[in-house]
């Protein structure tokens, strides 16, 4: 059985998806503080049967020591972690606690119970401001704010941890732009109040939510002068945790780090276009100051994880905008109420 913590979590959701329908049995374990009870049922849906759930805190020490006592855990994939790049500025210590206390706490009860099979969600924020396009994963790594602290602190946790003791497999997974959603429409992102990551906005300004898009900044130096991302469909990242979790088991131990990302960047005015293209209407949008902090471009190297585990990204701009948009115009009212404030996530 794979542990996933934050399953009912948007990149979680997707891969417990892909797990179970590749036949593993999956845990799930969420707080439910960014997600919703819904999503086990929509991945019964979408797999023919609910993964197990347990609602809780990955810090609670003594549900961790139970749940590792009464199933069979192989393996475990963190994805749990609060990830609003803003909010971590306003209030770190909560971000430490629960991003770096949390993965210490998990690592400590998989440490107990002799399971030492770990697939961690790291950022391609650990690069701050890329030096060198595309990013491979030899470069330097800075953060500029806690929520990248905690990535980078959880980063070399992990690699002490290889060090200490033999047979840790370990995969930190370095992901990029997630974006889009299962295609079925059942499971997708989820953003508190207003989003500040570009893809879950247009979507509101496309079902009417939002009467316009911000684009912050039209003067980078990039071909249309807007900032150029690397954007992955979130179901092509799901298939490379589950290529990362099956190289780790063919490992008698790893520290495996990778970038997940396609390789290709696109600008803010591609992707207004693919999306207008993708939900049939046109989404109006203002430029607008650059937001302190961004940067101008970003976008994978992506021979690593094609050496090391085979993986590549095959879903275009167009599926993410048309899966994404499916989940967008369902009736998701349920999904809007959580949160109120509006922070940049990663
Ligand atoms: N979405 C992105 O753009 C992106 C990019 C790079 C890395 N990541 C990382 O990937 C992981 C998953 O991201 P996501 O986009 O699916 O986020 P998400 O917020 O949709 O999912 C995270 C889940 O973890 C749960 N959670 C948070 N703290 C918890 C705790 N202490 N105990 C139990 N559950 C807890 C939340 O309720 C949520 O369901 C995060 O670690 C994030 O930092 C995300």
Redesign the pocket.
């Known amino acids: 059985m794979i542990l996933i913590?934050?399953?009912?979590?948007?990149?979680?959701?997707h891969t417990a998806v892909v797990l179970q329908q590749a036949g593993y049995d999956v845990l799930v374990?969420?707080?439910?503080?960014?997600?919703e009870r819904e999503v086990i049922s929509a991945i019964g849906q979408i797999t023919g049967r609910e993964p197990a759930f347990i609602e809780?805190?990955?810090?609670d020490v003594s549900l961790l020591a139970g749940l590792f006592k009464t199933h069979h855990i192989q393996a475990v994939m963190?994805?749990?972690?609060?990830?609003a790049v803003g909010e971590s500025t306003q209030i770190p210590l909560t971000y430490y606690d629960?991003?770096i206390q949390?993965s210490i706490t998990l690592l400590q009860a998989m440490r107990n119970a002799g399971v030492r099979t770990f697939v961690f969600?790291?950022?391609?924020?650990v690069y701050g401001d890329p030096q060198r396009l595309p990013l491979t994963e030899d470069h330097p790594r800075s953060a500029t704010n806690p929520?990248g602290y905690t990535?980078l602190v959880i980063e070399d946790i992990l690699e002490s941890l290889y060090r200490s003791e033999p047979g840790w497999k370990i995969a930190r997974l370095?992901?990029?732009?997630?974006v889009g959603a299962h295609p079925s429409g059942l499971i997708g992102?989820?953003p508190q109040g207003i989003p500040n990551?570009l893809m879950p906005f247009i979507a509101q300004v496309a079902t009417g939510q939002r009467k316009q898009l911000n684009i912050f900044g039209n003067d980078y130096d990039t071909p249309d002068g807007t900032g150029v991302r690397d954007y992955i469909h979130v179901m092509d990242l799901a298939e490379g945790h589950k290529t990362a979790l099956e190289y780790c088991n063919a490992q008698a131990q790893t520290l495996l780090t990778t970038n997940l990302g396609t390789g290709q960047g696109y600008s803010v005015l591609e992707m207004i276009q693919a999306y207008e293209q993708a939900c049939g209407k046109p989404i109006a949008y203002q430029v607008a100051e650059r937001r302190p902090g961004d940067i101008a471009a970003c976008w994978a190297d992506t021979t690593y994880a094609k050496q090391t585990l085979g993986w590549k990204a095959d879903l275009g701009l167009k599926e993410m905008c048309q899966d994404g948009w499916r989940w967008a115009s369902r009736d998701n009212t349920g999904q809007q109420k959580r949160g109120q404030d509006s922070f940049n996530?990663?």
Request: proline fraction near 2%.
């Open positions: 913590t934050g399953g009912t979590g948007f990149i979680g959701s374990i969420d707080n439910l503080h960014n997600s809780g805190d990955i810090r963190h994805f749990a972690g609060l990830k629960n991003n949390g969600s790291s950022s391609a924020t929520y990535k370095r992901y990029f732009n997630p992102e989820s990551n996530t990663d």
